[in-house]
């Protein structure tokens, strides 16, 4: 799967600072079945003054909503809102795929402060 994925173009520093990505940690989780694909839907506390954001993510095969609560996980938080179904996602939880596409969760192997921003 990794040789099967194009590079993105080259960008500048100013290009990556962007994007707003942040530590969160998961507060609850929750089985989404009425998605197209099978997802979770996650809210995430980024302390102020983000606070707690919604996001949907599909990561089934590799997480159960009760193991998620109280894991640190890094977001795209200044995309504008995207309705996935009948559900508002706030954030862009990150993650890379795994062998088969399925998605692992982006770690953060030490706890940091909510709201830390990715630099």
Do not use: C, W
Not at 20 to 30: F, L, N, P, Q, S
Not at 48 to 54: E, I, M, Y
Request: hydrophobic share 40%.
């Amino acid at each position: 799967m990794s040789g099967s994925v194009d590079l993105k173009p080259e960008i500048n520093f100013a290009d990556f600072d962007k994007v707003d990505i942040r530590a969160g940690t998961i507060v609850e989780a929750e089985p989404y079945p009425e998605a197209r694909k099978p997802s979770i839907k996650l809210r995430i506390d980024f302390g102020a003054p983000l606070g707690v954001k919604k996001s949907s993510a599909q990561i089934t095969r590799h997480y159960e909503p009760a193991d998620l609560v109280g894991k640190q996980v890094m977001a795209v938080v200044n995309f504008p809102p995207r309705q996935i179904g009948k559900f508002m996602s706030e954030v862009l939880t990150l993650g890379f795929p795994d062998e088969e596409g399925e998605v692992v969760l982006g770690a953060i192997d030490k706890r940091v402060p909510d709201g830390g921003r990715l630099f």
